[in-house]
C-alpha cells in the first residue's frame, strides 16, 4: 500500500513562486509514475504534469514553461515547482501515483492514478 502526503501549499501573490511536495511511503518513488492535479474552485479535478518511471514528462498546455515536475529517489517524493503563479493556478492540488507503465497518451487520465494524496490548497491572489 502507497501513502503519499502533500505539503508545501499556501497564499502567493501573482508571478510568485510556490514549490508542492508529496512524500511517499510504502514504495519508491523511483518504480512509481507520479502526476500532480488540481481543482479549481467549482470545477473538475484537472491535469497539472507527470513524469514517467523512466525520462519523459507531460504538462498541461495551461502550465507548460512554468510549472516543473521532479522527484527525489533519496528523499522518496516528488515535488512541483510553480513559477509565474497566476489567479487561475488557484486550486487544490493533489499528487498522484501508480505502479503501472502508463503510455504517454493516458497520463492525464484520473483513472491512472491508484494512490493519491490528500490534496493541499494553493492560492494565488493579490
Known amino acids: 500500500q502507497v501513502q503519499l502526503v502533500d505539503s508545501g501549499g499556501g497564499l502567493v501573490q501573482p508571478g510568485g513562486s510556490l514549490r508542492l511536495s508529496c512524500t511517499a511511503s510504502?514504495?519508491?518513488?523511483?518504480?512509481?509514475?507520479v502526476a500532480w492535479f488540481r481543482q479549481p474552485p467549482g470545477k473538475e479535478r484537472e491535469f497539472v504534469a507527470a513524469?514517467?518511471?523512466?525520462?519523459?514528462?507531460s504538462y498541461a498546455e495551461a502550465v507548460k514553461g512554468r510549472f516543473t515536475v521532479s522527484r527525489d529517489n533519496g528523499k522518496n517524493a516528488m515535488y512541483l515547482q510553480m513559477n509565474g503563479l497566476k489567479p487561475e493556478d488557484t486550486g487544490v492540488y493533489y499528487c498522484?501515483?501508480?505502479?503501472?507503465?502508463?503510455?504517454?497518451?493516458?497520463?492525464?487520465?484520473?483513472?491512472?492514478?491508484?494512490?493519491w494524496g490528500q490534496g493541499i490548497q494553493v492560492t494565488v491572489s493579490s
Open positions: 513524469l514517467k518511471r523512466v525520462g519523459g514528462s
Open positions: 510504502g514504495r519508491t518513488v523511483s518504480s512509481l509514475v
Open positions: 498522484a501515483a501508480d505502479a503501472s507503465s502508463p503510455i504517454t497518451s493516458s497520463l492525464g487520465y484520473l483513472s491512472t492514478y491508484d494512490y
